[in-house]
């Protein structure tokens, strides 16, 4: 399972060595400056948190997913599990405009880990 992790001012969205096969991807890193915002949803299969096209990764919807999700102008990374609650990772820049992955840690955890 994806896990959020801080090394110093990047953040990095850890993948086991399955996801990241399954994404055709590796662990998407980001500059903890380049962090807008931090949104939670109880369930990250619906339109207002997925948009886009699977290209490339794998997907088997209310199951998993584990790529980019691409769309004119924007590219999101999505590690999501199950019909887990989720977390949106939204970056004002860097390779992907969003970060979407199951939670594996509490939400205090993800809180700690994205103070300055």
């Known amino acids: 399972m994806a896990l959020l992790v801080r090394d110093g001012d990047v953040l990095r969205l850890e993948l086991s060595f399955w996801e990241k096969i399954g994404a055709f991807h590796s662990s998407p890193r980001a500059p903890l400056s ?3 915002s931090v949104t939670y949803y109880k ?9 886009g096209v ?3 990764g794998t ?3 209310f199951v998993i997913l584990l790529g980019t999700m691409r769309g004119r ?3 999101d990374f999505c590690a999501i599990r199950g019909k887990r609650p989720a977390a949106v990772l939204r970056f004002s ?3 992907f405009s969003q970060w ?3 939670l594996n840690q ?3 955890e993800i809180s700690n880990l994205l103070r300055p």
């Open 43 to 51: 369930s990250p299969w619906s339109m207002s948190v997925l948009r």
């Open 73 to 75: 102008g924007y590219r």
């Open 93 to 95: 820049s860097g390779a």
């Open 106 to 108: 509490s939400k205090v």
């Open 34 to 36: 380049a962090l807008e």
């Open 59 to 61: 997907g088997f919807p």
């Open 54 to 56: 699977r290209a490339p």
């Open 100 to 102: 979407i992955f199951t």
